[in-house]
Antibody
Framework: QVQLVESGGGVVQPGRSLRLSCAAS????????MHWVRQAPGKGLEWVAV????????KYVDSVKGRFTISRDNSQNTLSLQMNSLRGEDTAVYYC??????????????????WGQGSLVTVSS | EIVLTQSPATLSLSPGDRATLSCRAS??????LGWYQQKPGQAPRLLIY???NRATGIPGRFSGSGSGTDFTLTISSLETEDFAVYYC?????????FGGGTKVEIK
């Protein structure tokens, strides 16, 4: 079965950096786009970034452009999110999610299915 | 950016009731609308994609309808495990966005 396991969350001061990872198993990782979606405490969901199956395409929500970088290592079945210049409003649970359909069907996978269990990032001094 | 507005914010119902959740888009999203369920302390789960297609393993009591700007998620007869928060999401353009959610709670 598909498993997505995030790691790397924690408490970080404003302006500092943090790197999240997502270990994938149970499917052919290199065939699917991968996403990051976040959820601030007690709030709704916000899509953050997507990377195509081969890393050739990326998209970001405006609020993280220039600060966050999504990447993947298909040899290690790992997705990453490098977060720089962190702000208080970046405090959230960060979920990685697999594209619902293979990139051969649509490069960003259409929907998010399934999701990992999430990793909490707290930006605070 | 397309804004998705969900209503009501909270729906108080009893097991066996029919639940009707609404999602309205600020501009047409064609048929590129999906729904997710999130239970406390859990990650969201894809329920419905492209308006009316149930995701793998989703029971038949969940159905979706609509087009353009107005969409509905219907749960025909609520089971206890259906009490949760439901989010709609579009994939019509960038950025992908979610609605604010509807909480279905036990009356």
């Amino acid at each position: 079965q598909v498993q997505l396991v995030e790691s790397g969350g924690g408490v970080v001061q404003p302006g500092r950096s943090l790197r999240l990872s997502c270990a994938a198993s149970g499917f052919t990782f290199s065939d699917y786009a991968m996403h990051w979606v976040r959820q601030a405490p007690g709030k709704g969901l916000e899509w953050v970034a997507v990377i195509s199956h081969d890393g050739s395409n990326e998209k970001y929500v405006d609020s993280v452009k220039g600060r966050f970088t999504i990447s993947r290592d298909n040899s290690q079945n790992t997705l990453s999110l490098q977060m720089n210049s962190l702000r208080g409003e970046d405090t959230a649970v960060y979920y990685c999610a697999k594209g619902h359909v293979p990139s051969a069907t649509n490069w960003y996978g259409n929907w998010f299915d399934p999701w990992g269990q999430g990793s909490l990032v707290t930006v605070s001094s | 950016e397309i804004v998705l507005t969900q209503s009501p914010a909270t729906l108080s119902l009893s097991p066996g009731d029919r639940a009707t959740l609404s999602c309205r888009a600020s501009q047409s999203v064609s048929s590129y609308l999906g729904w997710y369920q999130q239970k406390p302390g859990q990650a969201p789960r894809l329920l419905i994609y492209d308006v009316s297609n149930r995701a793998t393993g989703i029971p038949g009591r969940f159905s979706g309808s609509g087009s353009g700007t107005d969409f509905t998620l219907t749960i025909s007869s609520l089971e206890t495990e259906d009490f949760a928060v439901y989010y709609c999401q579009h994939r019509a353009n960038w950025p992908l966005t979610f609605g604010g959610g509807t909480k279905v709670e036990i009356k």
